[in-house]
């Protein structure tokens, strides 16, 4: 048996935020991160409309870019001191990920960060509060997912939780909100939202539901994503719901390998942090080149879907090569040497990312086994752009 899950309600469009006028309820606590969106505004729209609603509201704010374990017990304390029926969460996904646990840990102050590291075994929500979540970038999607990334500082450990209870109740799309996003971030997210598409369309667990909205979601993002790089309006909007679908489509058929790959080089470096994002984009054909080994059907099929001709090797060619322009009209590095990683420190962290890398979340569902050595070779590859892939 499988299961596929998504919010009760989208309301999306302009003004779709107007739609939190009309909320029932008694309390309502927001939960965002930096600055932006109260600098751009969208705080003062939210609180006065939860006013309006009739509901006495609380700011938790402050929620740093990958939120840890401390945030969301102080989130959860606040929340139970303060008791609302509705946690509406705002920003990119870290403050929304954040509100996803902080929402655990309110309802159920007896559950440890421990039990909830299990996928898939989350105690029972919606005693208490259900949950608005409103996105400012187009990319991770958490707004429709059962996904949330929290670090543990002590261990190092960004801990991907899961479980459809954290799946909120209502996602929010308003274009106004992603409108403000710097070009640089558009680039990144949106190369985000095209991997989760693709790699949900490939992977081992893919559904009827989430195929067709990968599909979509793939075809949306190559249309959409140059224009809203350039700040085209309606192009930007566009892209908020493609990332949606794409969140639709991964959050109930899973990822691959190379969010396994993000996830584990991401922190890694001492030259800096690989935007999520940006590491997918560098990743993703070099996977694809690596994964048809195993399956070409899946990747064939989505160049015919997207009006490629030929056989299924010059597809998967030309799907390729696509997505290496894309890459280089975003301003995306074509390998990990050109994005600035030192030689000496890859070669001495190679083999300890590629075995941490299949402990990832993300390995079990991709389309071609991996191995630690294979992990290696294909590391090596990232790095030096090679983009032969004979292994
Ligand atoms: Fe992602």
Known sequence: MQRFTLPRDIYFGENALDYLKELDGKKAVLVIGGGSMKRFGFVDKVLDNLKEAGLETKLIEGVEPDPSVDTVMKGAATMREFGPDWIVAMGGGSPIDAAKAMWTFYEHPEATFEDLTVPFSFPKLRQKAKFIAISSTSGTAT?????????????????????????????????????????????????????????????????????????????????????????????????????????????????????????????????GHIPHGCANAIYLPYVIKF???????????????????????????????????????????????????????????????ATRAMDDACTPSNPRKVTPELFEKLLNNIYYGKEEIDY
């Open 143 to 271: 707004e429709v997912t059962s996904f949330s990334v929290i670090t543990d500082y002590k261990t190092g450990i960004k801990w991907p939780l899961a479980d459809f209870e954290i799946t909120p109740d209502v996602a929010i799309l308003d274009p106004s909100i992603p409108q403000t996003m710097p070009p640089k971030l558009v680039a990144y997210t949106g190369m985000d939202a095209l991997t989760h598409a693709i790699e949900a369309y490939v992977g081992t667990t893919h559904q009827p539901f989430t195929d067709a909205l990968a599909l979509d979601a793939i075809k949306l993002v190559f249309e959409y994503l140059p224009d809203s790089y350039k700040g085209d309006k309606k192009a930007r909007e566009t892209m908020h719901y493609a990332q949606c679908e794409a969140g639709m489509a991964f959050s109930n058929a899973l990822l691959g390998i190379v969010h396994s790959l993000a996830h584990k080089t991401g922190a890694e470096f001492s030259t």
């Open 291 to 353: 994964n048809e080994k195993a399956d070409k059907t899946r990747y064939a099929a989505i160049g015919k879907f997207l009006g490629m001709k030929g056989t299924d090797e010059e597809i998967i060619d030309e799907l390729v090569g696509k997505i290496r322009d894309y890459n280089k009209k975003l301003g995306i590095p074509h390998d990990l040497k050109e994005f600035g990683i030192k030689e000496d420190e890859f070669k001495e962290k190679v083999s300890e990312i």
